[in-house]
């Protein structure tokens, strides 16, 4: 790739239709423009202009505006991090923060525009950090920074693997927030830019650059795009106040393992007029009200143009996207409310030259492939090497997991770990020769297995109320517990992906789901209130995907075993271990 330059800084098919949008009603949906001559000029206006190095939503467009941009217009919240109010902030003794409310949105709203974010809910003064991870690629120096700074904390410290191939660290208080940030500095991370209305971590291919059948390798590409955003971890104001989050994926391999169709914005690998590039797809989005799966922008850039088109599709959102009802900001909402013609003209306006090229017809994605499992041992493209997909339950580590996995990438790979949507981990560039010795390490048979049993491998659940102030239940430990059950119950023939998040929020991801779970209260056979879930079935990921349908709705916990069971049995083929034995 040359150099690029730029200015600046198997389920049940469910009864619904392909691009389903659960819970969405035809009212949430503006009727679209059918050409840019009947869009009204007005509302193509910019809503924000640049004052100050900062990109500020205009005076005439400050009615109606929902609280989360009265924050962002009351205080910058990026001058924490660029102007250095992060160390001011963490001198303040909490007491002092809570007695003004220019503080206090300083540590609930602010600075999660600096990855970090007040658990005041359930772990009141402390933060979950949240970092930047570029395809998911981690070095074991900086997994021991990591570690070294939530064992400090105790048992109020730990980790998570997240669904966007991250960490995420827990139990930080804030006077030590300036001390780490230099330490994530000198080991090359950030967690700038890494939540509100910013650019998630840009996913790829989680085995990138290693693997025997990928189409492009997308490391290149996701750090690009995450250099480019951040403005190499420095922060670029360009692009921190968007309506709403945004999240970018690349594709690098027919397996989809990075989920296209639930991202804003999916770079998809096509060729035209024999030069590699990419088709986009855009606007997938997950929310509360309604879930929406990621739609053709009828385009495509050679892959010198990846940051372009990413600049040219955020300024379009940022300059025009709704900033009322914050359920209704996603990018989605905008491209119903101006049709795909227009906001693809808003896009190409906002390119070098103004210009667009329409879609590749030479898409390199096979349409047909059984996606392939990258837990266990397996060659690499490199002849004499292989990598192991490590199964970490739930997501969740501590920080003596952390040494011990970065003791193993360095003592039999190569210092490098990856880490993956499904909230697992991987461990490349090991020789063929010590992968015997690397099986009989107690990491591998005690915490996590190369091979775990076929339910626990598809298992992802969020971060549950222990920590989270929006969830509704308890999703981790509930999550193992409820699938140890099942598997003393039934035997299935293949894995089964079951999601589980602990509110409507889906950071859980359930309506990808084979079986999913989203918490919610309802009432048990005696009318009292109790933590339930509603349960969804027939999510697909992979060249066929779409969202899962809603099953049932408010089943308690305590009855989720019987109705899994049932449903495996009926609808994946799953046998009851009596009958098996």
């Not at 659960?22 to 423009?33: G, K, N, R």
Request: aromatic content about 6%; charged content about 25%; hydrophobic content about 35%.
């Amino acid at each position: 790739m040359s150099t690029l330059r730029f200015p600046g800084t198997a389920a049940p098919t469910p009864p619904v239709r392909r691009r389903s949008r659960i819970q969405a009603t035809t009212d949430q949906v503006a009727a679209p423009f059918s050409s840019p001559a009947q869009a009204e000029s007005s509302r193509l206006e910019p809503r924000v202009e640049e004052k100050g190095g900062y990109w500020v939503l205009k005076e005439e467009f400050r009615q109606g505006i929902n609280p989360q941009e009265k924050v962002k217009l009351e205080k910058e919240p990026m001058s924490l991090a660029m102007e250095g109010g992060i160390s001011e902030l963490a001198k303040i003794p909490l007491d002092e923060i809570e007695a003004s409310k220019l503080t206090k949105d300083d540590i609930d709203v602010r600075l999660k525009w600096l990855g970090l974010f007040h658990r005041r809910k359930h772990q009141y003064g402390r933060f979950m950090m949240r970092l930047k991870l570029p395809n998911g690629v981690t070095t074991s120096e900086q997994t021991r920074y990591l570690a070294s700074v939530i064992r400090k904390y105790g048992e109020e410290g730990c980790a998570d693997v997240t669904t966007r191939q991250n960490w995420q660290i827990r139990g930080v208080v804030l006077p030590d927030v300036p001390e780490i940030i230099e330490g994530l500095n000198q080991v090359g991370l950030t967690s700038l830019q890494s939540g509100m209305d910013n650019v998630r971590n840009p996913v790829g291919n989680p085995i990138a650059g290693i693997d025997p059948e990928e189409i492009a390798d997308t490391r290149p590409y996701t750090n690009l795009l995450s250099q480019f955003i951040t403005a190499n971890s420095r922060g670029n104001p360009a692009f921190t106040n968007l309506p709403r989050k945004w999240n970018v994926c690349v594709v690098g391999s027919h397996d989809l393992y990075e989920h296209p169709h639930i991202n804003d914005l999916a770079y998809m690998p096509a060729v035209k007029d024999g030069k590699f590039g990419f088709n986009l797809l855009v606007g997938g989005f997950f929310s509360p009200k309604r879930c929406a799966e990621a739609i053709p922008l009828d385009a495509w850039v050679p892959a010198d143009d990846i940051l372009p088109v990413c600049k040219a599709v955020l300024e379009a959102y940022r300059d025009l996207g709704s900033r009322g009802n914050r359920q209704k900001t996603r990018m989605m909402w905008l491209i119903d409310e101006l049709g795909i013609e227009i906001f693809r003209s808003e896009v190409a306006k906002r390119m070098p030259g103004a210009n667009l090229e329409r879609s590749a017809e030479e898409e390199l994605v096979q349409k047909q492939w059984e996606r392939r499992d990258y837990l266990g041992f397996h060659p690499q493209k490199q002849e004499g090497y292989s990598f192991v997909g490590l199964h970490v339950p739930v997501g969740r580590v501590q920080a003596d997991d952390m040494d011990e996995l970065a003791r193993l990438a360095d003592e039999y790979g190569s210092g490098e770990l990856r880490l993956t949507v499904e909230q697992n981990i991987i461990i490349p560039n090991i020789e063929n020769a010590k992968l015997d010795t690397l099986l009989k390490e107690p990491l591998l048979i005690n915490r996590f297995s190369p091979t775990p049993p076929l339910l626990m491998k598809g298992l992802v659940a969020c971060t549950g109320n222990q920590f989270c102030g929006q969830a509704i239940i308890e999703t981790k430990a509930r999550a193992l517990k409820v699938t140890e059950e099942v598997e003393r119950r039934v035997a299935v023939i293949r894995p089964v992906r079951m999601h589980w998040t602990g509110c409507p929020n889906t950071c859980g991801q359930v309506q990808v789901a084979d079986i999913g779970f989203m918490g919610c209260m309802t009432r048990d056979e005696n009318g009292k209130m109790c933590e339930g879930a509603d349960v969804f079935v027939g999510g697909r990921i992979g060249s066929d995907s779409h969202l899962a349908y809603v099953y049932k709705k408010g089943v308690p916990c305590k009855d989720l075993v019987p109705l899994v069971v049932d449903i495996l049995i009926n609808q994946f083929g799953a046998v009851p271990r009596e009958v098996e034995e």
